[in-house]
């Protein structure tokens, strides 16, 4: 392998056109730093201009720094010419390297000093400017990236020398990860030979490789080979950073996680919930590189969740020359090329075996996404012609038609003039070719309703199916309606995808009807039911039952009454649909829960009826009932009697109270009896009953007058009399009947006389009597009024 001298993988091309006037130029006596020359830099990302106050990510940043010299200056030995880049760049490659002009003559040296961001040039061949009668210019060509010293998302204003103020910023560029994976490669600055790849998985957490059971199979080209020992790499929580990262990294082992089976590696990245994984590794070029693309490929294979998604790489090889050509000498490198014919092909999809001379299996690999069928190397110790076949292996793809057809290699060692072995191989065909037709199918679609033979009259007249291919939609749909009774198929489907993955075909509604949920089930064999629910509106029809009987003052109020619910649609005849008996322990309360609100799309009207309640009249507004009961009455009249004497005493007052009383208790308020309203009362308008039961009304004065005693008599049917009574006052008259006739000396006394007794003058008793057995004429009248209304004067 020939020593590199110059560093492409930045592209470090050093064009140096270095001219003179035309005048001799002696030579130096001391060297000195060149600044008296005119500077005029190109500067580009990616061979691309760049755009002042332009955001980049991190790219690659092209200086192009053109000296041109005026005629008088003398370049000696030992001159430099420096050149500064601003600090937020730093340079790709630091290593010294030859200062060339025309024919490749070693003007002088490069040297790179990255902490003073300088580029110098020491001239060490004068002589050269002496033979040439052109300009002196100088061209220098090399390339830098981003230093830690510019932050990201910050405008930076900076001077770039021979080219002017820039005010550029630094940015993540991120794509995403659509699959879950990403791998890329870079190629090492010091060393050209090396890729350093890195693979990421899961980096948003959330990808399709989170999950358990995560493998990667990388099968290195057969013109790279793995470095040993460079497989590093950590579990990762949060990939985008922050003060936190390294607390959030997990251990990955590659000694336990990675095995090996010839120049494939396969990474066991376990479970993904939650967090990633990075991986980095090296490969060593050991075979040629394609210097036109100035590419070199290394593609993986990730297997997550029961699919293979295979995943391109490349590392662009900025650097060529000094790359690894290794002479393959006494090996053998066997390809071949796989076509496919009909669809995309497909990294690692197509299996190859090379049989040896005895039949042998000695080596297995699969083609990449270009068809390039490449093995290993085969190294022959002896010389002699042999022959190879390469076989594809029918690994059952669907609706791929194999190639049974074998290639032949035949390998011919011979020993060259130096005395090395040489090896080459020819072959009968390069390649194999595979016809892919995809396997088609059809899927039924039927749609159903429960929405209680669309009771609400909310069913569409047609519904929109989408279809969906691994819960991706497709863009194809169907129309369902009554004149395809509700069902169609999508037809002549894939059948499997472009990874041979059986294809998870679904449906979904495209617009689920207002009020309606939608569910599918079924499957892609026996076909879908996409089912439309809709639970009719209901209502609650309610109400309270009230009395209006005095709080059932009668005693006819029934335990229970019974409550109809009645509907009418569209003004037909109100049937019952429901009853409800609902009594003291509902609190007269009814209830129709549940009933529905539409029936055949139209809006059913309700309402209520009772069963007839005797004695009762029932009034219905709304959803209230109420029944009336007006309850019997009565009058009850109480009359006041004197028994005094005719007020003989004259005691009588002029007015007396009485209470009446319902069944032992006042009712109402007192009421005054007197002389001008004939010493009587009527109540009217009293209840004849309570609680059922007849009350019994009484009579009682409040107080009796001094000297009387009350007394009732009567009932609350015939009335009452409250008769006060009072014993008048009585006195005594005696009256002696004198004689004045000498002892009836005549004989003409009387045997007996009357006398008449007058009171004031009236008279009011009379006595007959004679004498007593003592011969008195005496005789006394007793028990006489004392009183009339004032004291009385007796005289006879």
């Known amino acids: 392998m020939r020593k590199i001298s110059k560093y492409f993988s930045v592209f470090i091309g050093l064009l140096f056109l270095l001219l003179s006037s035309g005048v001799q130029l002696s030579k130096p006596v001391q060297a000195e730093e060149l600044k008296n020359y005119s500077l005029n830099t190109t500067f580009q990302i990616n061979k691309n201009r760049v755009v002042d106050g332009a955001s980049y990510g991190e790219g690659k940043f092209y200086f192009s720094p053109t000296f041109t010299f005026p005629d008088s200056v003398v370049i000696k030995d030992g001159d430099q010419i420096t050149y500064e880049i601003p600090e937020q760049f730093e340079f790709a490659v630091t290593e010294e390297t030859d200062l060339e002009g025309e024919g490749g003559e070693v003007l002088g040296k490069i040297r790179f000093d990255q902490t003073k961001h300088k580029v110098i ?14 300009k002196k210019v100088v061209t220098l060509a090399f390339t830098a990236g981003w230093s830690d010293k510019m932050l990201f998302n910050k405008p930076t204003k900076m001077h770039i020398s021979g080219y002017g103020d820039v005010t550029l910023s630094r940015v993540v560029i991120d794509d995403g990860e659509p699959l879950g994976a990403s791998k890329w490669g870079v190629q090492e600055k010091t060393n050209p030979n ?9 980096r948003d957490l959330i990808s399709p490789t989170a999950g358990p059971n995560v493998k990667v199979t990388d099968m290195i080209p057969a013109n790279q080979e793995i470095v040993p020992g460079s497989i590093f790499g950590y579990y990762f929580k949060n990939w985008f950073g922050g003060t936190s990262t390294l607390q959030l990294r997990e251990t990955f082992t590659p000694s336990t996680a990675v095995t090996f089976s010839g120049n494939t590696f396969t990474i066991d990245a376990g479970n993904l919930t939650g967090r990633g994984l990075f991986i980095g590794y090296q490969t060593r070029i050991v075979g040629e590189v394609d210097k036109t693309s100035a590419k070199v490929y290394n593609d993986i294979n990730v297997y997550a969740n029961g699919r293979n998604t295979p995943i391109q790489a490349f590392a662009a090889i900025t650097q060529t020359e000094g790359t690894g050509t290794a002479k393959l000498s006494d090996e053998v490198i066997f390809k071949a090329k796989k076509i496919l014919n009909g669809r995309t092909l ?14 042998q299996v000695v080596q297995t690999t699969t083609a990449d996404a270009r068809g390039d069928i490449i093995f290993s190397k085969v190294k022959f110790s002896t010389n002699g012609v042999f022959t190879y076949k390469i076989r594809e292996v029918d690994n059952g793809l669907h609706g791929v038609t194999y190639d049974t057809s074998e290639v032949t290699a035949t390998v011919t060692v011979t020993t060259d003039p130096s005395g090395d072995r040489v090896a080459s191989a020819s072959y009968d065909k390069t390649s194999f070719t595979n016809t892919y037709v995809p396997e088609k199918m059809n899927l039924s679609i039927t749609k159903t309703w429960s929405d209680v033979d669309n009771q609400d009259g909310k069913r569409p007249s047609s519904v929109e199916v989408e279809l969906l291919a691994d819960g991706t939609r497709t863009g194809q749909s169907l129309t369902l309606d009554a004149s ?25 509604e495209k617009t689920v009807p207002t009020g309606y949920r939608s569910t599918v089930t079924g499957d892609m064999t026996s076909g879908f039911v996409v089912t439309n629910s809709h639970t009719p509106e209901t209502l609650t029809v309610a109400g309270t039952k009230t ?9 006819l109020r029934p335990a229970s009454i019974t409550v109809r619910l009645m509907k009418s649609v569209d003004g037909s005849q109100p049937v019952e ?30 309402s209520i009826t009772e069963d007839a309640v005797a004695d009762y009249q029932s009034t219905i507004t709304g959803y ?5 009961h007006t309850p019997a009455k009565r009058t009850v009249s109480v009359t006041k009697a004197w028994d005094d004497g005719n007020d003989q005493d004259g005691k009588r007052p002029s007015t007396v109270k009485v209470q009446l009383y319902a069944d032992g208790q006042k009712s109402g308020t007192e009421v005054t009896l007197k002389a001008e309203d004939g010493w009587s009362h009527t109540w009217s308008d009293l209840p004849v009953k309570k609680s059922g039961h007849e009350i019994d009304y009484t009579v009682k004065e409040v107080s009796s007058p001094s000297g009387y005693t009350a007394s009732v008599t009567g009932d609350m049917s015939t009335g009452f009399t409250i008769t006060n009574s009072h014993t008048p006052s009585t006195t005594q008259f005696e009256v002696t009947k004198v004689w004045k006739d000498k002892s009836n000396q005549d004989g003409k006394r009387p045997a007996t006389i009357t006398v008449n007794l007058l009171a004031d003058g009236e ?20 028990n006489l009024p004392e009183y009339k209304m004032e004291l009385r004067l007796f005289t006879v």
């Open 577 to 606: 649909v429901a009853s409800q008996t609902v009594g003291q322990a509902e609190d007269w309360k009814y209830s129709f829960k549940n009933q529905p609100k539409y029936e055949g799309g139209k809006e059913i009207a309700y």
């Open 194 to 202: 090396l890729i350093n790849w890195r693979i990421r998985l899961n």
């Open 484 to 508: 395809n009774n509700w069902q169609a198929s999508f037809s002549n489907l894939d059948k499997y995808d472009s990874s041979d993955n059986e294809i998870a075909y679904t449906v979904a």
């Open 547 to 555: 009395w209006d009987d005095a709080d059932d003052q009668d005693g």
């Open 763 to 782: 008279k009011v008793s009379d006595a007959t009597f004679g004498p007593d057995g003592d011969g008195n004429w005496k005789h006394t009248f007793t």
């Open 346 to 359: 497909k990294s690692r999809e197509f299996q190859f075996e090379l049989i040896d001379e005895n039949n």
């Open 624 to 628: 209230q009932v109420t029944n009336t």
């Open 121 to 134: 040039t020491t001239i060490t061949n004068s002589d050269y400017f002496t033979r040439l009668n052109k």
